[in-house]
Each structure stands twice: as structure tokens, then as C-alpha cells.
């Protein structure tokens, strides 16, 4: 005779008290690594448009112009880093940049929804070889606050580095500011 045991009461409460525990442990750290890949990918995305822009600027002689855009056509100086933004081949050099129908946009960022990016200059220039190229700081902020905010650095040479709020501040560098 063969019997099949089912699960007792006390057996089934057990089992779902485990799983809630290890649910309300799970959910902010994977809440964390979601918020982190999201901003790793916007940090990214600017370092990669710096590289392409100062190479872009040496193999072609121009100026080429990072800017804010929320619709990836048009530089709008009165939105946020956040909304957008996109780097074109500013072969006027017009100032502030402005893409002229003759002009090739070369990257287009997407908007980082999930937080914030300001930064202390309304658009980068790189201009080739040993002409001076825009210098300048873009934070990266989210609801985690200055702790958890990174940066990109971009020198007069158009050569950009990363930083994280918490190390930043370790090396003796101003504290990372985001917005409340």
C-alpha cells in the first residue's frame, strides 16, 4: 500500500515564513543592483560619447559638441542632462552649439529616468589636437543620495575619469552634491 504524505499546517507556515524572510532580505539589495546598473549605463554612455568625440575631433580637424537634447536632433540649453543629450560635428563652431542640417550627429543618449545629472557647464567642446578642449564635472544622482552619486571628470585635454560620491571624498576632493 503505497501512501502519499501531504504537507502539515506547521510545515506549510514554516515554508512561508522562510520564503517571506528571504523576500524582505532580497528585495533592497536587488533594488540596489538595479539602481546601480542603471546608472552605470548613463555613466558609460558619456564616457563613451567623450572618447568618440575627442577621436572624432583629431581624425577630422573640427569641433565636435556634446549637448543637452530631449529630443536627439537639437541642442535645448533649458533642459536637464538627464532629459537626453547628443554629440555632433560642429563644423560651424557656433556657440552655443546649434546642429546645422549639414552637421552629422554622432551619438545620441537616452534619458536616465531613474535620477538625476547636473552638470557645471551647458555643453562640452572638443576641439582637436593641442587646442584647449571644454573641461567640466557631470554628477550622476539618484534617490540614494551624494553616498552613492558618481561623476565623470573631463580635463582640458577632453580626457574623461570616473568617481564614486563615497571614494571621492576619501581622496581628499570635494563631497559629490546632488540635488534634494
Not at 568618440?52 to 580637424?61: D, N, V
Request: net charge positive; proline share 6%.
Amino acid at each position: 500500500m503505497n501512501r502519499h504524505r501531504g504537507l502539515t499546517f506547521i510545515e506549510l507556515l514554516i515554508t512561508a515564513t522562510l520564503i517571506t524572510i528571504l523576500s524582505i532580505a532580497c528585495v533592497p539589495a536587488f533594488t540596489n543592483l538595479v539602481m546601480d546598473l542603471r546608472m552605470t549605463s548613463q555613466v558609460n554612455g558619456f564616457v563613451h560619447a567623450f572618447h568618440l568625440a575627442k577621436q572624432a575631433s583629431q581624425q577630422l580637424f573640427t569641433e565636435i559638441a556634446v549637448c543637452k537634447s530631449p529630443d536627439g536632433v537639437q541642442c535645448d540649453a533649458n533642459k536637464s542632462w538627464a532629459d537626453g543629450w547628443i554629440a555632433f560635428i560642429n563644423t560651424n563652431q557656433d556657440h552655443p552649439p546649434r546642429v546645422n542640417p549639414d552637421e552629422r550627429i554622432l551619438a545620441v543618449g537616452t534619458p536616465y529616468k531613474s535620477g538625476s545629472i547636473t552638470a557645471n557647464r551647458q555643453h562640452f567642446v572638443f576641439r582637436p589636437f593641442e587646442m584647449r578642449s571644454t573641461n567640466g564635472t557631470l554628477t550622476f544622482c539618484d534617490r540614494r543620495g551624494a553616498d552613492q552619486a558618481r561623476a565623470v571628470i573631463l580635463s582640458y585635454t577632453g580626457r574623461p575619469r570616473t568617481v564614486r560620491g563615497a571614494t571621492h571624498q576619501d581622496t581628499g576632493n570635494p563631497p559629490l552634491v546632488c540635488p534634494s
